[in-house]
């Protein structure tokens, strides 16, 4: 025989109990059934709030009419009036007496079941399948125990089987979940998951083949999809681990519904009746192979915390503790001690808390009054995040991804076989902290998620590139980048499952006006992980603002130069931050675009190599203006205009002829190889004539073209056939210069020989000697420029 066991969501009307009925009858052809019901949908906490009305002798007769309404009996064809009379019955005679009891409770309860079984059993008979109604309270019996009650299994077996033997293999038996009967027939409900224990003890005691459980999702996941979307579906479980599962708060199990299959070897199949598929998981005996199986999460639970030097070399106190938390049936979930044995840590579940702070404080009041005891606290609003399964090495990589996410583990507890790990996080970060050790534990695709400021040519191209990156590409490197927000200098969106190709729209629409703080405040509540911002911007307002940025636990990725570039005080304050507080903070495209000079300069300094001179052409706008200038016939401001147009200069490219571009990249290299100057001692000379230096905007500027025409002519008519201009920095660490101005350099130098935009950098070290590394490449534009910071991102990925 096989046992199917459908639940509440799978008998609802509509669509799910058709569904269970097409089962049942597709089953039914394979050999004999029985079939366990939950009851309907929500009918449990209907009959809970009908009961706690009438216990309180108010009326509720409304509220019984919209439970009858919610079992859709009209539709079905199905007059169990006489039930709903006895239902009726029974809470005006709770309402009269006022009693509040378990048994009472559990009479009321018991209705749910009842109708549902009918209801099946009735659907089945439409369909000419032989259908039998069963009240489990017939077939399942418990006694007395000290906690309550425990299943007679003696009497239940030998109920059960002399049911099945009386009755015609043909029969399928629709029995009632959830409820059992004592020695004087009164009803007993099973608890959580009760419906499932009754499925596992009625194949435990026919020997049954197998029990299927048919309820709304597929099988056991990885994690719970409410908290991971991208969990996965586990193919196969031993009997162990899903005990383990259920003892970490797997809905879906309980530990009690695992033993009696464990006992006899029955393999439970979980399916999802929503699509008929009989694809799940499988729990037997053998499981799969060894590894992590689940992140499994327990929550609204309480870490009480009892600390005090007197504790050391005492003896029995972890016995005092557990035996007054026993007496009085509080369970803990988990404990852990510290190696000084000054403190004891351990979780019990949020509804026993304050009794057990209680107890505890009676218990240990003579020790509080002479000071062996400090304290008894609760720390409230906890949940647990279980690691199960054996585990090389997760316990460094949960904690490692936490702590770079400022998630702070109050307990970690590490089970003797290895089992399974336990992290005690508050609530508030329950979401974000799941996700961060799924993903480290099961190496899943990780996520970046990165809110973006500017949009200008720089931040768009960005932005673009990274919505565009194809699906093949992201599995690859299994890394997906979420663009979950953007921001101009006015507005900014966000959407923290990620904004789509028509951002720039959104962001035109969107009436949420640019706060920093505010953008601060709502990526941390968000709870996302491994949170970037990418500063497209040349904002100085922003850069100022990176320190803040940072201990709030963000990333920074930027192509904004301003940070690095400002006083040498608060360009080491950045850096002691990111020490402090383990951020990361990349910026690559500070200096050549996306060439690798920082990252080239920062491995010199790893390896002990001592640079001491860098010079070259480092701004590709000007690169591109001086290459063409020096080539052709044009005006100058007609090739300055041009490289405005092609995207190389700032919209304003007196930004760029003031030289304070390229001084700024200058200190950024200077400082990178130790020195320590400011913007003032480097020696700029300003492109722009001196006569031409207050004109207050470019358009201005423009109706003075002659005169800046006129400059450069005069200049370029001093070259030699074979000279060309270039505006190059230099630093010389030796003499402790640094200067930026416009020299002439033969054509068949390095210098002289670059071609269109490229920047080019001559690296001078002891290493190296006097032949210097010379870096030359593509040394302006947005997509370059863009593929920098991308490159950032995910140079950051491979040390989260």
């Not at 019984?64 to 709903?84: A, H, K, P, R, W």
């Not at 998981?281 to 992140?295: H, P, Q, R």
């Not at 700029?684 to 800046?708: H, M, Y």
């Amino acid at each position: 025989m096989r046992v199917l066991k459908f639940g509440g969501k799978s008998l609802k009307k509509g669509k799910p109990i058709n569904n269970v009925i097409d089962i049942v009858v597709e089953e039914q052809k394979q050999g004999q059934l029985s079939v366990i019901v939950s009851a309907i949908g929500s009918s449990t906490d209907q009959l809970i709030q009908l009961y706690e009305l009438a216990v309180v002798n108010k009326d509720f007769h409304h509220e019984l009419q919209q439970f009858i309404d919610y079992q859709n009996l009209v539709e079905y064809g199905l007059n169990l009036e006489s039930t709903f009379i006895e239902l009726q019955e029974v809470l005006e005679s709770l309402q009269k007496l006022k009693v509040n009891s378990k048994r009472a409770k559990d009479r009321v309860l018991s209705f749910g079941e009842l109708i549902s079984a009918q209801v099946v059993e009735h659907l089945l008979k439409k369909k000419n399948i032989n259908a039998q109604f069963v009240d489990a309270r017939k077939l399942i019996k418990v006694r007395k125990s000290e906690n309550d009650f425990e299943i007679d299994k003696v009497q239940s077996q030998q109920l059960t089987q002399t049911y099945f033997k009386n009755i015609n293999p043909d029969i399928v038996s629709i029995i009632t979940g959830f409820i059992a009967s004592n020695e004087i027939n009164e009803t007993v409900t099973l608890g959580r998951n009760g419906s499932n224990y009754t499925a596992t003890l009625i194949a435990y005691f026919t020997n049954a083949k197998e029990v299927q459980n048919w309820t709304d999702i597929d099988g056991i996941y990885t994690a719970s999809p409410k908290f991971v979307s991208n969990a996965k579906r586990i193919d196969h479980l031993s009997y162990k681990e899903a005990h383990e599962m259920a003892n970490f708060g797997a809905k879906i199990l309980h530990p009690k519904t695992i033993e009696p299959l464990r006992e006899k070897g029955i393999p439970l199949k979980i399916y999802s009746s929503i699509d008929k598929k009989k694809e799940g998981t499988l729990i037997d005996s053998s499981g799969s192979e060894k590894g992590i199986k689940a992140v499994s999460v327990i929550e609204d639970v309480v870490l009480v915390t009892i600390e005090s030097k007197g504790l050391k070399g005492k003896i029995g106190i972890d016995a005092r503790i557990f035996t007054i938390l026993d007496q009085h049936e509080i369970g803990v979930r988990l404990i852990s001690q510290a190696s000084s044995d000054r403190g004891i840590g351990f979780v019990v579940d949020a509804d026993d808390a304050e009794r057990a702070h209680l107890l505890l404080n009676k218990e240990f009041a003579n020790d509080i009054d002479h000071n062996s005891v400090s304290s008894i606290t609760l720390n409230k609003e906890m949940a647990v995040i279980a690691i199960l399964g054996r585990h090389n090495y997760s316990l460094e990589k949960a904690i490692h991804g936490l702590r770079r996410n400022k998630i702070w583990m109050h307990l970690i507890s590490n089970s003797i076989s290895g089992e399974h790990i336990s992290l005690v996080v508050d609530n508030k970060n329950l979401k974000k902290g799941v996700n961060i050790v799924h993903s480290q534990v099961f190496g899943v695709t990780k996520t970046l998620n990165v809110f973006a400021l500017g949009k200008g040519t720089v931040g768009a191209s960005f932005i673009n590139q990274i919505i565009q990156t194809p699906d093949n590409l992201i599995k690859k490197r299994n890394l997906k980048i979420n663009i979950i927000g953007v921001a101009d200098s006015q507005k900014y969106i966000f959407n923290p499952n990620g904004i789509g190709a028509n951002w720039l729209e959104e962001l035109k629409q969107s009436d949420r006006v640019n706060n920093l703080p505010e953008i601060l405040q709502e990526l941390k509540n968000s709870t996302l992980e491994n949170v970037i911002l990418v500063d497209n911007t040349a904002s100085q307002t922003i850069a100022d603002t990176y320190i803040e940025i940072m201990e709030s636990g963000l990333d920074i990725v930027a192509s904004n130069k301003k940070a690095n570039a400002s006083p040498y005080s608060y360009y080491e304050n950045i850096r002691n931050i990111v020490r402090k507080k383990g951020r990361h903070f990349l910026y690559e495209t500070n200096v050549g675009a996306g060439l690798p000079i920082i990252n080239t300069l920062q491995q010199m300094s790893d390896s002990a190599d001592v640079v001491y001179k860098i010079r070259g052409v480092f701004s590709g706008s000007l690169s591109y203006i001086f290459n063409q200038f020096s080539e052709r016939t044009d005006a100058i401001t007609d090739i300055v205009l041009e490289a405005r147009e092609k995207g190389f200069t700032e919209p304003d490219p007196r930004d760029d002829l003031n030289g304070m571009d390229v001084a700024r990249k200058l200190i950024i290299l200077a400082r990178e190889i130790g020195m320590k100057p400011e913007i003032e001692d480097i020696k700029v000379q300003n492109l722009i004539p001196n006569e031409l230096l207050n004109e207050v905007n470019f358009d201005t500027f423009l109706s003075k073209r002659k005169t800046f025409d006129n400059h450069y002519s005069t200049v370029k008519n001093d070259l030699d056939a074979d000279e060309v201009l270039r505006y190059v920095g230099e630093l010389d660490v030796q003499k402790n210069e640094l200067s930026v101005s416009l020299v002439k350099a033969s054509k068949q130098s390095p210098l002289g020989n670059i071609k269109n935009a490229d920047a080019i950098f001559e690296i001078y070290t002891e290493a190296y000697g006097k032949q210097p590394i010379v870096i030359q490449g593509a040394g302006a534009g947005a997509e370059v420029t863009a593929q920098g910071v991308f490159g950032d991102l995910l140079r950051i990925s491979t040390r989260k």
